[in-house]
């Protein structure tokens, strides 16, 4: 269960089987949440003695007005800013609840007043529109305000669904989320506002998740340890696969370079490179594993294609006349291919039968390109872009970014939960792309190699930026992506 995600509409069916087939009311589950959201402020924040609680008018904010009396009934000064009259239902009976304890509600056109912990239960999962007039200025003056902000199940502004910021949207340190996972809090911009995630299923039996639908799962390492057995001590380079890497145009043997090591990196027996015959000295002396070959034209190409099983196509390849022909070339030869960067560029130029296992990689402007559509399009629900990118090109598809998502043609969708923001340099993507190439060689399916070699990629950069950020190149991932690969290799 911890690694399924839910859009809202399926935690809402999750909540209504709660109430309807295991007799658990509305306000009992709302009490809960109040409780879970109490125990993560204590346990993050114990010396708090100040709280001021920004409660909606929906059920969020109930959860908030439960949580405020909470808080003062354990000691703590607790003061509430409401955004509107809470609506009806539990949320009402919430809030007499607050108002019974004789809890004073402040003016919402206040600036907000001093706290050692501000909550935010302006908003859940059911906002669809961006936030406008009084929600929006309580929102930023949140934003500007230096003291941590513990969320309720979604920061506010931030879709549930997609993980786009609606407006203005709450920079919460922790979200304390309920019942099951929000896929859109995985991805996007919803990694900038969550902060700390913390699941509180509040108390729901695993019985009630066993056959509720679900929409998407996080990458899970101990799922995909045993893709990679250990190897056989009779094994010989051809037993790991041959991959061709293809590009690296004028100025660009860089991303070629990346891209092949990156596939020996990961396990492949042997690696090769076709690219312009100016960058092939420069690849022999700084890495002489590689077989970098000068290429002119298809005739050339040929004889390389017929000696790989798999080949990475993209990397600075460029779009002029040689990187067209090349890219036909590669295509037509029907191998098992990863898809990048340029590769993207001409694909979205010309109508191809892409070979049967492909991976693609875009990034959000190369699937803008792929869908006909811009950036913003592809932000506002990337989950509905990675399926259909997967979907009309028959292909496994990797949509890159913070909270990396991997497609299947047939819908369905892994959520990469690992990362960070020094890995916003150029060459990231040609070793992704080499990752998975070299995975493919080794005999996985597009589906796992894709899955696995986002996974690789990710926490290899994690690792490589315990010594900073700022400042992580791609070849720094090379040492980690090689232990790692052996490390998950003997989980077997």
């Known amino acids: 269960m911890g690694t399924r995600l839910y859009t809202a ?25 109040a409780a879970a959201a109490w125990r993560a402020l204590r346990a993050r ?28 009934d354990a ?17 009402e009976r919430a809030c007499a609840q607050w108002r019974n304890a004789r809890g004073a509600i402040l003016d919402i056109d206040e600036t907000l007043p001093e706290a050692d912990v501000y909550v935010d239960a302006l908003f859940g999962t059911g906002l669809t529109r961006p936030v406008e007039g009084a929600a929006r200025n309580l929102i930023e003056q949140l934003n500007a305000n230096r003291q941590p902000v513990l969320a309720l199940d979604v920061p506010s502004g931030i879709s549930a669904d997609s993980g786009e910021a609606l407006g203005a949207a709450v ?7 309920f019942v099951a996972h929000k896929r859109g809090l995985f991805t996007g911009a919803a990694s900038q506002h969550c902060g700390e995630l913390v699941l509180d299923t509040l108390g729901l039996p695993e019985s009630l998740y066993k056959d509720a639908v679900f929409d998407a799962r996080l990458l899970d390492m101990r799922r995909m340890a045993s893709w990679l057995p250990p190897r056989s001590r009779d094994a010989h380079k051809g037993s790991f696969g041959h991959v061709l890497a293809i590009g690296g145009d004028a100025g660009m043997g860089g991303a070629i370079r990346l891209c092949a090591e990156a596939a020996l990196r990961v396990g492949a027996g042997l690696v090769s490179i076709a690219t312009r015959a100016d960058n092939v000295a420069a690849i022999n002396a700084g890495r002489p594993e590689l077989m970098a070959h000068a290429v002119k034209d298809a005739l050339m190409l040929h004889p390389l294609l017929n000696h790989a099983q798999v080949i990475a196509l993209g990397p600075g390849l460029g779009k002029g006349e040689w990187s067209r022909v090349l890219w036909q070339s590669a295509i037509a030869a029907g191998r098992a291919t990863v898809i990048d960067a340029d590769g993207l560029n001409l694909l979205a130029r010309n109508v191809v039968h892409l070979p049967t296992h492909t991976v693609l990689t875009p990034h959000p402007g190369e699937a803008a390109r792929l869908l006909e559509c811009d950036t913003a399009a592809i932000a506002r629900d990337r989950y509905a872009a990675v399926r259909e990118i997967a979907q009309e090109y028959g292909s496994v598809t990797v949509l890159k970014g913070a909270g990396t998502l991997i497609a299947h043609p047939q819908g369905e969708v892994a959520v990469c939960p690992w990362g960070n923001p020094g890995m916003a340099s150029g060459g990231m993507g040609d070793v992704l792309t080499g990752i998975i190439a070299g995975l493919l060689a080794q005999g ?15 926490q290899a950069g994690d690792a490589a930026a315990k010594q900073g950020e700022a400042g992580l190149i791609a070849s720094d991932l090379f040492a980690h992506l090689r232990v790692l690969r052996n490390a998950w290799g003997a989980d077997e």
């Open 444 to 458: 996985l399916n597009t589906w796992r190699a894709a899955r696995l070699g986002v996974a690789l990629h990710a």
């Open 9 to 33: 509409a399926q935690v809402r069916e999750l909540d209504r089987c709660a109430i309807t087939t295991l007799g658990i009311s509305a306000h009992v589950l709302m009490q809960r949440a």
């Open 171 to 177: 920079r919460a340190t922790t979200t304390v989320t």
């Open 75 to 91: 000691g703590v000064q607790a003061s509430v800013i409401a955004l509107a009259p809470s609506a009806s239902g539990d949320a």
């Open 45 to 72: 924040w114990p010396h708090a003695r100040r709280v001021v609680v920004l409660c909606g008018s929906g059920n969020n904010g109930g959860d908030g007005y439960l949580l405020a009396c909470i808080a003062r």
